[in-house]
């Protein structure tokens, strides 16, 4: 694959960027032993409250195998627990543990990191530009070199 300048700048950015966030993703493993990807989904759950597994899955825009495995792994961590739904035996809730809470609420290593420190010293255009361009990014289909459209995988 030849990338153009455009395509080799946007590339080395993006890994710049990157960069950047790998000490608040040590930080979080040794304070919480979670990654931050599994942070944003103990915050999901800490805004969406107890609720059923499909649900919290849907919040996360997992499919069900998927949220599953998120479940179990968060769960072996201590940060979020299962129960049964008092209302319907075929339901499993998933609700936060007091660790998942913890991990929420402690917002210094997010709050003080230098990735964060540099989004907010963006302008405020600035940072509705680059939000929209990682929404697209996060969210859209893939745009393959050759103009193919390949869905991204959740």
Do not use: C, F, W
Request: charged share 25%; proline share 6%.
């Amino acid at each position: 694959m030849v990338l153009d300048p455009t395509e080799r700048r946007v590339l080395r950015a993006y890994l710049r960027a990157v960069a950047l966030v790998e000490p608040l993703q040590r930080k979080l493993a040794s304070q919480h032993g979670i990654s931050l990807a599994d942070l944003a989904a103990v915050r999901v759950l800490a805004r969406e409250g107890e609720v059923p597994i499909s649900a919290y899955g849907d919040a996360l825009g997992m499919p069900r195998s998927t949220i599953t495995n998120q479940v179990d792994r968060l769960e072996r961590a201590g940060l979020v627990e299962r129960l049964a739904s008092p209302t319907d035996r075929r339901v499993t809730l998933v609700r936060l543990a007091p660790a998942g809470r913890k991990a929420v609420e402690e917002t210094a290593p997010l709050r003080d990191s230098e990735i964060v420190t540099r989004l907010l010293a963006l302008n405020p255009t600035d940072q509705a530009t680059l939000a929209d361009l990682l929404e697209r990014v996060v969210e859209g289909p893939l745009q393959a070199a050759s103009g193919v459209t390949i869905e991204a995988s959740g």
